[in-house]
């Protein structure tokens, strides 16, 4: 029978050896991560048999050097066996080659168990992103991953990954393919100021600013770029809907009377843009998870009839879709105009001291709005102005709401369009305490020119006094447009 000291010292032994055990274990796991901190990453692929090509390719392309500095940077590397197939166009073109080894390098270091969800979206170098898994870059399977060097994380593939294209270029390919609608999204451009590589000839003496040589400060750019998505941004995705010609053309012939100029080309082109901003969303949206129908960014509802898709890409940053059948209604497109009062771009005399902006309750459902009321501007004839954009050259039948809930009394007001001369609509009496929106009468807009109307608020034609300030207020909770659709 053990005496109680033998059996304190009995188990102090034990504790010893436990630890001992421990820290020889830890010192074990210190060796491999030690040694493996001793090597870079490219010193960890140059190391490796199984690496031996994309070794070279490193080396060959200036990579080696990048993936030996004192930055952090995760690698996907295929093994020999994957870089036995792929195409010789890369291999024997330096600037593709350089392009496919970037596609495998990432800034920063990325751990398998930080992926959120267990897959991510990462930029790489090239400036391309791809879909990691902690089992897989793209398609391809990952075997040996997070090795660990002094400056980055390892993983070794078992086939290479090369760069797709982006939406943006998967549409210039089918450009050349001698699809119509995207030659147009393409070639359909206009000037946007841009001084990044201007010539600057002289300083403004005034102003101090730059002179710059006239045409070096300007860049064409796509419209659908600019005023649509930028789908040739690689950081954000999209899904992209393309037209087969006979399909595109259907399309845009609908909206041929919408934009009438005075030149064939200029309305044919204004109604494909029309067209074709429609045919985009954000998000990446595969074949099996297309929705019956979108809305684009401008409200627009657009059927997706899949039995009719002829081609579908899958791009770097999305998908793109080519179909042959399209159908959108005209009054989806063309939908009505409404401008908020408090929305003015300025007043007759430039004054803005006798307008008042209002936040009241409908009388008839109970719900807030916002208007306008002017008071006590001393000028006849005074006028708020207001301005849509992209005005369709059509018939609208003309609304306003108004609010007087002021002055009992006569007072008139009406809107001209156009010019603040105009004589479309006559002058109306806005009606006491009664919220209502009313019908104005009917305006043509004759031709769509640059797509921009202005519009009148204007006060009664009398003389101003100081016993007729309130014959001369003016109130606007909103206009609206309503396009005759036939």
Known sequence: MLTKNKLIAFVVFLWSASQLSCTRKWDDHNKINNSDLTQNLYQKIAADPSLRLFAGYLVKTGY???????????????????????????????????????????????????????????????????????????????????????????????????????????????????????????????????????????????????????????????????????????????????????????????????????????????????????????????????????????????????????ASYRTSNGYVYVLSDMNVSVPARIRPFVIQGENYLGTSNGSRTPIYLRTLINPNNGQTFSDLYAYNHGVNKWYVRYQLRDVYSTRYRVYWATYNNRWNNTLNQRLALGTADDKTFAYRNVPYNVYTEDYIGDYIVTGYTNGLLDLYLVSADIAPSSSNQNQNSLFLDYIRLEPVVQ
């Open 64 to 310: 080696a050097d990048t993936l030996q500095l004192n930055r952090s940077f995760t690698v996907w590397a295929p093994n020999d066996d994957a870089l036995k197939t792929i195409d010789a166009t890369i291999s024997n073109d330096d600037k593709k080659l350089k392009q496919f080894v970037a596609h495998h390098i990432a800034h920063l270091a990325y751990y398998s168990d930080q992926l959120q969800a267990g897959a991510q979206r990462l930029p790489l170098i090239d400036g391309k992103y791809v879909i990691v898994k902690p089992t897989s870059f793209e398609e391809a399977p990952i075997y040996d991953k997070d090795g660990l060097a002094s400056n980055g994380v390892l993983n070794t593939i078992t086939a290479a990954a090369a760069p797709a294209l982006n939406c943006w270029e998967i549409i210039d390919s089918l450009k050349t393919g001698g699809n119509n609608m995207a030659r147009f999204l393409r070639d359909f451009v206009k000037s946007k100021r841009d001084t990044t590589n201007a010539v600057v000839i002289g300083i403004d003496p005034t102003t101090g600013a730059p002179i710059y040589k006239p045409g070096t400060d300007t860049v064409k750019i796509p419209v659908f770029l600019d005023s649509v998505y930028n789908v040739n941004n690689e950081a954000k995705q999209y899904t992209v809907f393309l037209m087969n010609n006979t399909t595109w053309d259907k399309e845009r012939a609908k909206l041929d009377t919408f934009f009438k100029t005075s030149t064939v080309d200029s309305t044919v082109s204004w109604a494909r843009f029309c067209t074709a901003r429609d045919m985009a969303i954000e998000g990446a949206y595969s074949p099996d998870q297309l929705p019956t129908q979108i809305q684009s960014k401008f409200g627009t509802v657009v059927p997706i009839n899949k039995s009719a898709i002829l």
